[in-house]
């Protein structure tokens, strides 16, 4: 099971730190990534992470804003969010599909937090 916290509402420069808490199995080099569906847009794969292999992106707009990290203690990974702008507002959501492969679409997923919301306005 996964649970994705720490969403708000935050003004444009401002940081978020997202939380995926993991229950059921350890994470240890399992892959987590991130997805976020804004209004009216598909879901799309953000970032990726499997304790290995370093960080995966699949947006270049968030490779020098975004960054992942992963506590096997806590079996929580983090999504680290800084200068956020308004495109970022989307529902984020935590997913892993029990492998180490980071994969860029959502089917490959079998497991999947409820997501957290992320509103960036001014």
């Known amino acids: 099971q996964l649970q994705a916290s720490g969403g708000g509402v935050v003004q444009p420069g401002e940081s978020l730190r997202l939380s995926c808490r993991v229950s059921g199995f350890e994470l240890g080099n399992f892959v987590i990534a991130w997805f976020r569906r804004a209004p009216g847009k598909e879901r799309e794969a953000v970032i990726c992470?499997?304790?290995?292999?370093?960080?995966?992106y699949f947006l270049d707009s968030v490779r020098d804003r975004f960054t992942i990290s992963r506590d096997n203690d806590k079996n929580t990974e983090y999504l680290q969010m800084n200068s956020l702008n308004p495109e970022d507002t989307a529902k984020y959501y935590c997913a892993s599909h029990g492998g180490t492969e980071c994969y860029p679409r959502n089917f490959f997923y079998q497991y999947w937090g409820r997501g957290t919301q992320v509103t960036v306005s001014s």
């Open positions: 992470n499997n304790g290995l292999e370093g960080t995966t």
